[in-house]
């Protein structure tokens, strides 16, 4: 029996049991799996690293869509680079948005996934409010004249064709993007291992963003503990919430999710003292 060995990082590594292929190919970007897993269910990995599971797929893309877009409460215009899957579009369409523009750099992901992972777009991509570039996120920001109420950026890791969406010039770009009282989230990695990449980019997202910060969740097929995603928006009350309005908006959108609520999305934003001691330089 086959088995995926993911390559993210040296000395540790996760396997999963290949029990169906479905794709494995290059793609014009990058090297593309899509395999069955008796407990994962469909798995996607691109370049050797575990992009998304049937089974935990929902607290990535719960938590990276719902906690900027009820944070914010009236988004109507967002961006989704990356998300080749869907699944964050998927999300993202559950709420009353005018128009979300998808920039992904790799059709072929679009396309074999709706093929492979067909569960995880179920259908945005068709949805009407869906507009869809296949182009670089960082040539679409540093381009466009849209502005945006939520950037949500859904990348691979800064390998690669990814890597230019954690650049300096990437936030820059991405600011400019932003209307006002607008939000930017990006995924950001799993910090137990990947603690300078969150250190990088706290420190490129600093002098673009009043309130620059990060959040957690616990995502079991990114190895190595929970994933922070980060966070970067000028309007610091966005961040402050109040429970009942947030409870508000959840209980009026209705929702149903598997991982957000609005006790968890509060407390996402709760960080361990071994990464408040990175950001603030005493680590
Ligand atoms: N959930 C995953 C994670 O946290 O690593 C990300 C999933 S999604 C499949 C990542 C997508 O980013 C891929 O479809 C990839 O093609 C896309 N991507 C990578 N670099 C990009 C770039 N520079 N511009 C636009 N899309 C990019």
């Given amino acids: 029996m086959k088995h995926f060995k993911e390559t993210l990082y040296d000395a540790v590594c996760q396997e999963f049991r290949i029990d169906k292929l479905y794709f494995e190919n290059r793609t014009k970007h990058q090297h593309l799996m899509i395999f069955h897993n008796a407990r994962l269910g469909r798995v996607m990995?691109?370049?050797?690293?575990?992009?998304?599971?049937?089974?935990?797929?929902?607290?990535y893309h719960e938590m990276l869509a719902h906690v900027p877009l009820f944070s914010h409460g009236r988004a109507q215009r967002v961006l989704i680079i990356g998300g080749g899957d869907g699944a964050m579009l998927r999300e993202v369409l559950r709420h009353p948005v005018e128009q979300v523009t998808l920039v992904e750099i790799d059709?072929?992901?679009?396309?074999?996934?709706?093929?492979?992972?067909?569960?995880?777009?179920?259908?945005?991509?068709?949805?009407?409010?869906?507009?869809?570039t296949i182009a670089d996120g960082l040539e679409y920001v540093s381009d466009t004249d849209e502005k945006f109420d939520v950037i949500i950026c859904d990348s691979t890791d800064p390998i690669g064709p990814g890597e230019v969406l954690f650049s300096e010039e990437f936030y820059t770009q991405a600011k400019r993007c932003l209307a006002p009282g607008g939000i930017l989230v990006t995924q950001n990695g799993v910090p137990f291992f990947q603690l300078d990449e969150l250190k990088v980019t706290a420190r490129r997202m600093a002098p673009h963003f009043v309130d620059a910060t990060f959040y957690c969740a616990p995502v079991p097929t990114y190895y190595g503990g929970f994933m922070a995603f980060s966070w970067g928006t000028d309007d610091t009350r966005l961040r402050q919430t109040d429970m009942a309005t947030l409870h508000g908006r959840y209980d009026e959108a209705g929702i149903k999710t598997r991982y957000y609520n609005p006790e968890i999305h509060r407390a996402s934003f709760a960080l361990p003292q071994y990464i408040l001691d990175a950001l603030s330089g005493t680590s």
Avoid: Y
């Fill in 45 to 59: 990995t691109l370049d050797g690293i575990v992009q998304t599971t049937e089974a935990d797929e929902f607290i």
């Fill in 107 to 132: 059709k072929a992901v679009i396309d074999i996934a709706k093929k492979h992972l067909p569960d995880h777009s179920a259908g945005a991509f068709e949805d009407a409010r869906t507009n869809l």
